[in-house]
């Protein structure tokens, strides 16, 4: 079929004075394209649309139809432990046990540049955790008598999420973008029909201060050219 269709465009002699040379045809995956984007966005705390976008996301790969659902706007959470320097020389612990205590128990670390805030302390971000105890229960030193310094003796821990590169809003708004393909062998319109019975239930689901709306339906290009 790319032959013929290539054939045909060759023999046409009559292209705009613009066009230079023969055009070249591209096969464009269907995979490639989106599907269905829908924006998770309200008045609620960052942290409840997330775990709300989060929820939808698993809601949609649940359906035999949908291949992948890729997420903007949707930040990795980090934890800040902003280290006090008083108590790091009260104690007579360095940075580097605590940076090391840290990597012991396997916890993926960024320093940074370990900048010294207006309060004389210093930032080292960690991510990947389950719980915040988890990093305020790290020991970094501990005696035969049991005595133990832990990084909550020496710093301030706070939950938080990366700086994000960009921005997402629609319509002005802060949104979670949730950009949802099909497998290979879906069909987009049923594809597209099941996305939004899916987020027809999940909306009833919603408290008020969280929405799920669709952006973008990329079906309605299909169902245009089939008339």
Request: glycine fraction near 4%.
């Amino acid at each position: 079929v790319y032959t013929d269709i290539q054939e045909a465009v060759n023999q046409v002699d009559d292209l705009p004075d613009a066009v230079k040379g023969k055009p070249k045809m591209e096969i464009l995956s269907g995979d490639l394209r989106p599907t269905l984007e829908i924006a998770v966005k309200g008045s609620a705390d960052y942290k409840v649309k997330r775990q709300y976008a989060k929820a939808l996301e698993q809601r949609l790969l649940s359906s035999p139809l949908v291949g992948s659902v890729v997420k903007y706007g949707y930040y990795k959470r980090e934890v800040k432990i902003e280290v006090d320097q008083k108590k790091l020389k009260e104690n007579y612990v360095s940075l580097g046990e605590i940076v090391k205590a840290i990597q012991a128990r396997n916890f993926r670390l960024s320093v940074g540049d370990l900048e010294i805030n207006h309060r004389a302390k210093k930032y080292v971000v960690q991510s990947e955790f389950e719980k915040l105890t988890d990093v305020k229960e790290v020991i970094v030193r501990s005696s035969f008598e049991g005595n133990r310094i832990l990084i909550s003796d020496l710093a301030e821990i706070k939950e938080g999420y990366e700086k994000p590169e960009r921005l997402i809003r629609y319509n002005g708004e802060p949104t979670i973008h949730l950009v949802v393909k099909k497998k290979t062998e879906s069909d987009m319109i049923k594809t597209s029909k099941a996305i939004r019975k899916i987020l027809e239930k999940y909306q009833e689901t919603l408290p008020k201060n969280v929405r799920a709306e669709i952006i973008v339906d990329h079906s309605d290009m299909v169902k245009h050219l089939l008339g």
